[in-house]
């Protein structure tokens, strides 16, 4: 048991994957796990454990930004032996050829988040990267599934509501889309020894004037879910 999760040791698989979205984290448990046991309720961050396809799978919701995010992410790997983790997120397409729905494999992080200048003090603009073989593992999974996936750089926004960063500029070089956790993500499995993926679902456009429903966002998410599932039987 720790301060955040009411579970024991074992009581998670080794591969985690992470919705901000508690009820993102019972959704796909409900539709895509056999087996299912909720493993914690504390403060409603939902997590089950159960199997897909015959391997034990585990899913919690990690709450929205980083800092939140961070401390699931502690207490599953120092706790409770967690070794993968990909986040299965939602986020706000900047690119013009990414349409609502679209999936997007996170190939790196910039961020406006303290956490890498904290790490590694002034001067120094740390890479955050995932776990190769993830990323690779889940690029072929979605080939396979027919899936289109786009892959490249994601900012992790310290704020939701934020009408000061230039993503202007953001866009212009490169960056495909806004969420508030990817860097954190790498980060932490680069310190704490775990494999990490970041794996997004477009629900919004920052430069057009789309966006799903909130009951949309919550249960169109399949693609993703599944190749973050499918990418998990190899681990
Ligand atoms: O849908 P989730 O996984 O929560 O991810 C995105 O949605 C939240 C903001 O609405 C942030 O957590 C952002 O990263
Ligand atoms: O963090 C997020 C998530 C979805 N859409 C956004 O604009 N930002």
Redesign the pocket.
Known sequence: MTTHINAKMGDYAETVLL???PL?AKFIADTFLEDVVQVNEVRGALGFTGTYKGKRISVQGSG??IPSMSIYINELVSAFGVKNII?????GAMADNIALGDVVLASGASTDSAVIAQTFGPGIYWSALPDFELLDTAYHQAQAMNVPVKVGNIFAADR?YNDEIDMDKLKDYGVLGT???AAGLYLLGSKLKFRALDILTA?DHIYRDEALSAQE?QTSFKDMMLVALETSLKF
């Open positions: 919705p901000g979205d993102r929205m930004g986040r299965v997120g939602s986020f939701f969420e508030m956790e629900s966002r």
